[in-house]
Structures are given as C-alpha cells and as structure tokens.
C-alpha cells in the first residue's frame, strides 16, 4: 500500500472486533512511528500502550469515573464558532445517523458514550503522554510539541492501516487521567494527550459506513506563483 492510499483508508473506527492485536505489530508500529519529526528533534511523545486485562482494567475504572465531571491534562476548548461549529455538528449528525440514534432518544446516546468509554471495543490503546516537566517548562506552555504529538498519531494511524487495522485519535479516552495514572502506576507528571484505541474494524457495524466530510480543496488552499 503506497502513503496516498493508506491516507484515504484511514478513517476514525468506532467499532473494533475484540480479536488482540499481537504483540509485534504495536511494537513494529510503534517504533516505525519514532520517525515522526517533532520541532528540535525533542522527541517529547512517550507512548503508554495498554492491552488485555490491563485495558479491561482501564475501562472498567474509567466508566467507575463517569459521574465526575472530566478533567484534560492538556485543557481544550469546545468554543467553535462558525464555519467550524457546522463541520462538528456535521460529524456528530454522520455518525448518529448512521446508528439511528435520534436527537431525543437520551437512553441511546448514553449507551453510546458508555461504548465510547470502552474504547469502542478496542483490544489495544496507544495513549501519547508528554512529560509536565517539558510541557509546562516555562510560563506558557510548549504547545508546539502537541503538535509532534499529532504527527506522531498520524504517522501511528497510517502505519496501522499498513497491518489491516483501524483506530482512532481521540479526547474521549483520556478526560479522567488521574484514574489512567492510578491504574497504570505512572507518576503525575506524565500528561496523557490523546489515546489511539487500535484493533481490527468491524465493517459491518454500522458507526464504521459513516466517512466523515471534507472542505474542497479551494475552500482552504490558495496556491501561489
Ligand atoms: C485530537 C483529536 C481528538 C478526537 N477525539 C475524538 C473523540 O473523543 N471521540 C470521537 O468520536 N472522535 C474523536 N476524534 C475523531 C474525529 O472526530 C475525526 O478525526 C474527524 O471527524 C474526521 O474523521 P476521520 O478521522 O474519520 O477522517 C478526534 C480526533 C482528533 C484529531
């Protein structure tokens, strides 16, 4: 599969059979990743890489947790004004349409944040964590290097589609770090990013027919001579 190819394949998989990843694979993908460029070559991703019972453990705490109210390592604002606002609306339309989840129906929606929870059935997650000591190094923090993160998660997520996998770049995974932390005994300050839930799709569930839209080129590309 050539890059261009694996790019288009690439979509968000909200649904994963529960067959494991083996063992090599992540590794195989997680060191190819390690070439993922980041700014001064500071390399500031770790990676915390979670499967089996470990990941069971995970989401079971999690969903113990979902009564509190979320709280981000790295904060992020949900303010989305126009144009932007419609392309989210637009997403959360796709995909519950594609379920039939309606509007109203509060009893399904919350089933389907508690299959969030789990991680969409994933058997594996990479979670991307920065180290507070880099992050919050100075009076404003490194933002740049959570750019890397994200270079780091594409290059993650390509390399996946090379194996026959799919996943996922999501907040949702990591609103309640301080149980991550407790659970995989790491210390408070390694700062959980964004989780990469991976495993092998499962086509035929309906959340993974949705193809989320895109802007046409000239909407957002001006080439100049
Ligand atoms: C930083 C980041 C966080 C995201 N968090 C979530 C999430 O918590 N839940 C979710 O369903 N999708 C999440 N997504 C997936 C986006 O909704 C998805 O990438 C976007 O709709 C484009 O669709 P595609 O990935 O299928 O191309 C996230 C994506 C990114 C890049």
């Not at 408070?188 to 035929?204: E, S, T």
């Amino acid at each position: 599969m050539n890059v261009k190819e694996a790019v288009i394949k690439r979509q968000s998989i909200r649904a994963f059979k529960p067959d494991p990843v083996p063992k090599d694979i992540l590794e195989e993908i997680t060191e190819a990743a390690l070439r993922a460029p980041s700014a001064g070559n500071s390399q500031p991703c770790e990676y915390v890489i979670v499967s089996g019972a470990k990941l069971d453990e995970v989401k079971a705490a999690t969903l113990a947790a979902a009564t509190e109210t979320p709280k981000l390592d790295i904060p992020i604002s949900t303010n989305y004004p126009e144009p932007w606002r419609s392309r989210y609306t637009g997403l959360m339309r796709g995909v519950q349409e594609k379920l039939g989840i309606s509007r109203e129906d509060k009893q399904k929606r919350a089933d389907w944040n508690i299959w969030g929870m789990k991680l969409w059935g994933a058997p594996s997650c990479i979670y991307v964590v920065i180290d507070k000591n880099f992050y919050n190094a100075s009076e404003i923090p490194n933002s740049l290097n959570i750019f890397d993160c994200g270079l780091a998660t594409q290059t993650i997520m390509l390399l996946a589609v090379g194996h026959g996998l799919g996943s996922i770049p999501a907040i949702l995974p990591v609103i309640y770090p301080d149980v991550l932390r407790k659970v995989l005994g790491l210390p408070d300050n390694k700062l959980f990013v964004v989780g990469i839930p991976i495993g092998y799709p499962d086509w035929d569930h309906p959340a993974n027919k949705f193809r989320s839209a895109r802007e046409p080129l000239e909407n957002v590309a001006k080439f100049y001579r």
